[in-house]
């Protein structure tokens, strides 16, 4: 795997890695936790600003070491030269005695590892080599600092949804009735490719007639047909997602589905504008909630009415009725994204990315169109099937 980005540290790169190392160790400090292991691969780009599979950052009070292999020994030069970080490259086993060997150096006798990325067998591997030092489980302290994006990151979300867009139209633009779903998949991720993407942020959802009643549908070898589809698509842009669906209706719906639209469309305006500072997520969801219940199809809406969204397409804070609550604060970008399923007759998701600021909800996706004449297309001719 290639790096993703230019091997150049610059001074903003430096500062925000500085901050960002600030904030894990006073929270740290909170915990009484004297280290942590940070193993996520988005956590480590996010407290780091470098990529690479099984790169890991050790964090101490006064030390913060990139720990990685000779696959990123070149790429990983200029965190060295510029002081952002130490680097340590080693195979691995080497890689969990430098581990130790840092800790023995600062007197350390425990070890915070993240507790949603640690496997059974990297677990046992680090108890063998640390050997007297505790493993003291750490959860969400990096991910609780992710909530709130920099400019930086927003402004990359916002390019993010810019490139889907486009990539969007494009894919549009050549439509045509009999096509697969995985076909209009495929064409989307390259659209978005081509338009400056490291990648789709998740394998785009693809939704022909029946199949759009599945929320989480699988697009293959069915072919496109007329009535309803629903995409559901993402780009991946300096590290950070977009999250976006639409909902289209190849000629003419039929009352009960436009219906369905306008709730949705309602539910959805309804959450949007609950995304204020100082709103419980609870409350997001019950906006939208509310609507499609009173309109009778409650049980119809079977998911969250969103998430988190930043380097993980799915991320705190999440929108739902049950579990966690989080109190919205500026910064926050999140998804709203309400749908009714009907089994058998197909569904309607709507979905726009919104942050959170001092004066309301910003819709970052405003550009692209949700109103029910957006979705209405006339039905594309022409046999694509292959």
Not at 93 to 119: K, M, N, R, W, Y
Not at 309 to 322: A, M, S
């Amino acid at each position: 795997m290639t790096a993703v980005r230019e091997m150049t540290i610059g001074a903003e790169d430096l500062a925000r890695i500085e901050s960002r190392l600030t904030s894990v160790r006073q929270a740290l400090d909170a915990k009484g936790v004297p280290s942590l292991l940070v193993s996520g691969e988005e956590d480590v780009r996010f407290l780091a600003g470098c990529f690479g599979h099984d790169t890991r950052v050790l964090v101490t009070s006064s030390r913060a070491v990139i720990i990685s292999d000779r696959r990123y020994e070149e790429y990983l030069a200029p965190w060295q030269e510029c002081g952002a970080c130490e680097v340590a490259i080693f195979n691995r086993p080497g890689q969990l005695d430098h581990i130790a060997s840092v800790l023995a150096d600062e007197g350390l006798d425990t070890l915070g590892v993240q507790a949603a990325h640690l496997t059974l067998d990297a677990k046992a591997s680090l108890e063998s080599s640390l050997g007297a030092i505790e493993l003291c489980p750490v959860h969400g302290l990096i991910a609780t600092l992710r909530m709130r994006k920099s400019p930086d990151e927003i402004e990359a979300i916002e390019r993010a949804i810019a490139v889907q867009t486009a990539a969007l139209d494009a894919t549009l633009q050549d439509l045509r009735i009999g096509m697969r779903e995985g076909q209009v998949a495929a064409r989307l991720i390259y659209e978005m490719r081509v338009r400056g993407a490291e990648g789709e942020a998740f394998e785009p959802i693809v939704a022909s007639g029946p199949n759009a009643s599945v929320i989480h549908h699988v697009p293959g070898r069915h072919p496109i047909s007329p009535g309803v589809l629903l995409i559901d698509w993402g780009a991946r842009v300096d590290g950070l997602c977009s999250d976006l669906t639409r909902t289209f209706f190849l000629g003419t719906p039929d009352d009960e589905m436009r219906r369905i639209y306008s709730v949705v469309a309602e539910a959805e305006r309804a959450a949007i504008d609950a995304c204020r500072a100082g709103t419980p997520t609870s409350e997001v969801d019950a906006a939208a909630r509310e609507i499609i219940a009173a309109a009778g199809w409650g049980p119809q809406f079977a998911h969250s009415v969103g998430h988190g969204l930043g380097r993980d397409v799915h991320e705190r804070p999440f929108l739902g009725r049950d579990g966690e609550a989080t109190v919205l604060e500026p910064g926050m970008v999140v998804t709203i994204e309400p749908g009714i399923y009907i089994p058998g007759r197909g569904g309607v998701r709507i979905e726009d990315d919104i942050l959170v600021t001092e004066d309301g909800p910003r819709v970052l996706s405003e550009a692209l169109d949700s109103s029910l004449d957006a979705a209405l297309r006339p039905v594309p001719e022409g046999d694509e099937a292959r």
